[in-house]
């Protein structure tokens, strides 16, 4: 679904979904190999992630204590160029939206996470003209819940990476792999062979 104004704007190339900037700010060869080379392989945690979305998306409005929450919204930001939608908004008493991810693990802090959720909240400022101050994910594992706060310094990064995903996607060019802590629980890890490259890299150096 876009906005009508969306692709007036901004070519079907350029529209940068959601879901790519949480690849991309974690790594961006596995962005370029989902997004670009649309390769995809499942593992334990992708598929406890997709059973959680899957219940998640399974209701489309609640309201509990006063606080109405909408499942599986639709966002987008002309401005931003970007689309797709958030597991959950919880509107507050006063209207004010408050934007919840779910993730399938324990709770930590994790920027690539904290970047998505608030290319959501930018998405419903421009949206409803409604300021977003912070939202909130909910790991599954844990039971736990950690409030983020939109701050200046992470909307500004957060716009960085949107500039760079967009302009990876755009590019058509996979990044060589990182091989690094990241690689241990990717589910691309052998499409993306991390290790073979790097020695390979490592024997071809004079």
């Keep these: 679904m876009h906005s009508p104004d969306l692709l007036e704007v901004w070519s079907e190339a350029e529209i940068v979904p959601i ?12 962005c370029a190999l989902i997004h670009i080379e649309q390769v995809y392989e499942e593992n334990v945690y992708t598929l406890r992630g997709a059973a959680l979305h899957e219940r998640v998306d399974e209701v489309e409005r609640l309201t509990e204590e006063g606080v109405v929450l909408e499942y599986a919204l639709p966002l987008w930001s002309v401005r931003l160029g970007l689309m797709g939608r958030a597991d959950v908004v919880g509107f507050l008493s006063d209207g004010t939206p408050y934007p919840i991810e779910y993730k399938s693990g324990k709770r930590k802090v994790k920027y690539h996470d904290d970047v998505q959720l608030c290319a959501q909240a930018m ?4 949206m409803l003209q409604r300021a977003v101050p912070k939202g909130a994910i909910y ?10 706060a939109f701050t200046s310094e992470l909307r500004a990064l957060t716009e960085q990476v949107i ?11 996979t990044p060589p792999p990182v091989n690094d802590a990241r690689c241990r629980d990717c589910s691309l890890i052998q499409l993306c062979m991390p290790e073979v490259i790097a020695r390979l890299q490592r024997e071809q150096t004079p």
């Design 139 to 148: 790991y599954h594992a844990s039971r736990r819940r950690r409030e983020v």
């Design 163 to 173: 500039q760079e995903t967009r302009a990876m996607l755009l590019s058509g060019r």
């Design 19 to 30: 879901s790519a900037l949480e690849h991309y700010a974690y790594c961006p060869r596995q």
């Design 123 to 126: 998405c419903l400022e421009a």
